[in-house]
């Protein structure tokens, strides 16, 4: 006798999940040539393993100056250091938020210092800059980026936005 919650578990499967059940029928048999077709594509490997991680979600940030990885789970970039080869995830180990500053932009770096005390600032080398500097919060999503070669003056203020709207006013 079926109780009510098999009934009910019974009733939300997809179709998809109903036809690799039967077996050999030819639903299944093309449900399966599908996914082994998706599983040779990186591309597609690439986004189902996003999905899975959950590192294709991309969150609202505050305020008008949007990088495209803003928002987005930043990028665990090999980093060249004056103490070594490091990452952003090791730099994350403190579960504190970082300035990541990639392109040496010490005026950046000024700007931090107001919130030292709430987070820490690297600067660091990487082969493939995905933008000048990276505000990185500590649950590893991006806060706020400066552009390749983006304006001392178009960065600054959206930085201090960003350093007020996630850590308060200095």
Avoid: Y
């Avoid at 490091?86 to 990639?102: E, N, Q, Y």
């Amino acid at each position: 006798m079926a109780t009510a919650s098999t009934r009910c578990s019974a009733n939300t499967h997809t179709r998809a999940q109903v036809a690799l059940r039967r077996g050999h029928d030819a639903a299944a048999e093309a449900l399966r040539d599908v996914f082994a077709e998706l599983l040779t594509d990186e591309q597609s490997l690439r986004r189902m393993g996003a999905l899975v991680a959950g590192t294709d979600i991309r969150f609202p940030m505050p305020g008008s100056h949007h990088h495209p990885l803003t928002g987005t789970f930043a990028p665990d970039l090999a980093l060249h250091t004056d103490h070594g080869v490091t990452s952003v995830a090791d730099l994350l180990h403190t579960a504190r938020p970082v300035l990541l500053d990639l392109a040496d932009r010490p005026e950046l770096r000024q700007i931090a210092r107001d919130w030292r005390h709430l987070l820490d600032v690297h600067t660091a080398k990487t082969d493939d800059r995905p933008a000048d500097a990276l505000l990185i919060r500590p649950d590893g999503h991006v806060a706020w980026a400066a552009g390749l070669d983006e304006s001392t003056d178009s960065a600054m203020p959206p930085l201090r936005e960003a350093l007020s709207a996630w850590f308060g006013t200095p």
